[in-house]
């Protein structure tokens, strides 16, 4: 069975629990063990332990143009795990900030340009993304939830678009054969995604005056990202 460690880069501590559960669930890993990067240093980490790292969302921007130290920080440590898995040491799945993290560290543009409100999105594979091994058996269309003020202007260098919808051209894409990429976030449900509404409510995510009929369309969306999540420890037995 493989190992896998959750990377907490959330703030709010409810939403980070939340998130880790929700991870946990996806992944049938029941005890998934989790690094939260607000309170523990990257140095704690014994890779050889872990198999693959997913990293959860943020409402850190890359864009921001006063980032604290602690953001500063958090990026350096997200950067090396994402430099051990372009030299094949691990497997890493970025999902939400992380997509920004690993765009700009590449050379990529990231940009304002894309937003998207609180949503379930259907998500569109290309060809690339049909052939990947752990988005394939999802296509060719998807469903998951997108919030989010930034993203990819375009795949950065070398990297491969494996996912795109009409409002976010770069939905996803993988960098060589084991570091992946995500602005949706997968591991959410629809009562998932309400209950961290609830934290983010000022956020700027969506209007708060609507919080009760975004929170509704919500609960009523279908998403089924989990199928992809729940493939990841498959994905990493086979490296």
Not at 119 to 128: G, M, S, V
Request: net charge negative.
């Amino acid at each position: 069975m493989s190992s896998v460690l959750y990377v907490c880069v959330r703030p709010e501590r409810d939403a980070a629990d939340a998130e880790h559960r929700s991870f946990a669930r996806d992944l049938s890993i029941t005890n998934l063990h989790r690094l939260d990067l607000l309170h523990a240093s990257l140095e704690t980490v014994e890779w050889e332990q872990y198999d693959g790292f997913v990293i959860g969302g943020s409402p850190f921007n890359v864009t921001d143009a006063d980032p604290s130290e602690t953001q500063r920080d958090v990026e350096r440590d997200l950067e090396r795990i994402a430099t051990r898995a372009l030299a094949g040491e691990t497997t890493a799945l970025f999902t939400c900030y992380g997509i920004g993290v690993v765009t700009r560290m590449l050379g990529g543009q990231v940009t304002l340009d894309h937003p998207e409100s609180v949503q379930a999105a259907r998500i569109r594979l290309t060809a690339e993304g049909s052939a990947d091994p752990l988005f394939g058996p999802s296509g060719p269309e998807f469903t998951v939830f997108t919030a989010h003020k930034e993203s990819a202007a375009a795949p950065p260098p070398d990297a491969v678009l494996l996912a795109t919808d009409d409002a976010c051209p770069v939905q996803a894409f993988r960098v060589g054969e084991h570091l992946y990429a995500t602005q949706f976030h997968p591991e959410a449900s629809p009562q998932d995604f309400a209950d961290r509404m609830a934290v983010y409510r000022a956020s700027g995510y969506f209007d708060p005056g609507e919080y009760a009929a975004t929170a509704d369309r919500v609960l009523a969306s279908s998403v089924d990202g989990a199928d992809l999540l729940g493939r990841f420890p498959e994905l990493l037995l086979g490296r």
